[in-house]
């Protein structure tokens, strides 16, 4: 779908420039406005189209994507702005137009999942085919589809021959809503804001094709400065299967924002906390390598009722934490997923590793000192100590030996 969103915004932006290749020398009846909005796709809208001839420069304000039916919002996406600068790419308007320095500012992105577990973005799959829409057809301009009046436009040459785009795309004031109602009775939302960023496309020469993709920015989480979060990720489209790079820097993130996904999992129930870390998640072909690592600190948290007694190894959930602190206060694990994008497998990674080695070490000694306090009279109790000393040792070769 994100393909095909981007190649109708390409397609708008080859009637752009069509459109001021024509509005200039007149050769046809209407004017440069309605020539866009003509070619405009049935769930898209844009407020107004302002031309600055004097600067070469061109903005659309109010650039809107409707919503498949169904979600709770009109818009899935809405621009305040979206401007670039042009000039000819030779001595005549005939040698085509180049576009410099687009920018998407103040965009709002409304991602929605339903009880079902479907999101709007999966519905809009439905809604950018060809003869899909939301306008009636009695609403819709007469002998004019998108395709032909864009080839009538650009006098069948390729979009490429008369406009050349760039591959860099500036966005700039982002805002992404996530509103979650699959995952409780009541609606989770979660905002990122603050968006600042680039996105990179590369394009074949008809404009309809996407050979790659990548963005790089960052922003906040609930729009709070202390909580950051970076990213720098790629898809290669042209692969069979998802073959994608993601790479996220977190810093300061509250904990408590995520509750709602944890919550069912964990023995125990934070007060307050934070996390910061390095999130990797690579696809190749529909194969996941996956490495992480996480940095907790400043929380509190409390045992859930229930799980007082559970242990690991014999250890409560208390206890097993401090083998993976620092000296600085902070909980650290690290942790790897590997496997097929449909039955991923999750293991430790060294940092974790070490750290129930640590304790692996001192439940075998404490094992070996209980051995020694029996005495020679106490045969029984040191086989049962022998044995738990071997199912130690024997689970943290397990351990070690997983990659």
Not at 326 to 333: D, K, N, Q
Request: net charge positive; charged share 25%.
């Amino acid at each position: 779908m994100l393909r095909r969103l981007l190649i109708v915004i390409v397609l708008l932006c080859v009637a752009i420039g069509a459109a001021v290749y024509f509005y200039r020398y007149r050769v046809i009846q209407y004017s440069a406005e309605n020539i866009i909005r003509n070619a405009l796709p049935d769930f898209v809208r844009i407020d107004t189209i302002t031309f600055d001839a004097r600067n070469s420069r061109i903005s659309l304000d109010g650039f809107k994507v409707l919503n498949p039916p169904g979600s709770s919002e009109k818009y899935l996406l809405e621009i305040g702005k979206v401007s670039c600068s042009y000039r000819m790419m030779g001595k005549s308007p005939l040698d085509g137009f180049e576009i410099f320095d687009p920018l998407f500012k103040d965009f709002v992105l409304r991602i929605e999942r339903s009880r079902d577990g479907k999101t709007n973005i999966e519905g809009m799959g439905e809604v950018v085919q060809p003869g899909s829409g939301s306008r009636p057809a009695a609403a819709r301009p007469s002998g004019n589809p998108q395709g032909v009046l864009v080839s009538k436009l650009t006098g069948g040459k390729k979009p490429s021959e008369i406009l050349k785009l760039p591959e860099t795309f500036t966005i700039s004031g982002g805002r992404i809503i996530f509103t979650d109602r699959f995952i409780g009775p009541r609606p989770n939302i979660i905002t990122f804001e603050n968006i600042e960023g680039r996105v990179t496309v590369r394009f074949d020469d008809t404009y309809t094709k996407v050979l790659a993709l990548s963005s790089a920015g960052e922003g906040n989480l609930s729009g709070n400065r202390g909580e950051v979060i970076k990213w720098d990720v790629s898809l290669d489209p042209a692969t069979p299967k998802l073959t994608m790079s993601n790479r996220f820097e977190v810093s300061g993130l509250d904990i408590l924002t995520f509750e709602p996904y944890y919550d069912k999992y964990a023995p125990f129930v934070f007060n307050k906390g934070k996390f910061s870390g390095t999130l990797i998640f690579d696809f190749d072909n529909g194969s996941i390598g996956s490495t992480n690592e996480v940095h907790i600190s400043d929380f509190v948290f409390y045992i859930k009722r229930g799980y007082e007694n559970a242990g690991f190894w014999q250890t409560s959930v208390q206890d097993l934490a401090k083998y993976f602190a620092t000296p600085s206060g902070e909980v650290v694990f690290d942790f790897k997923i590997k496997g097929e994008i449909g039955d991923p497998k999750f293991y430790l990674g060294p940092i974790s590793k070490q750290a129930l080695a640590s304790m692996a070490v001192d439940k075998i000694t404490d094992v070996i000192g209980q051995m020694g306090s029996r005495g020679e009279g106490a045969a029984t109790g040191q086989k049962t100590d022998i044995e738990k000393a071997k199912e130690y040792i024997d689970i943290f070769k397990g351990l070690i030996n997983k990659k």
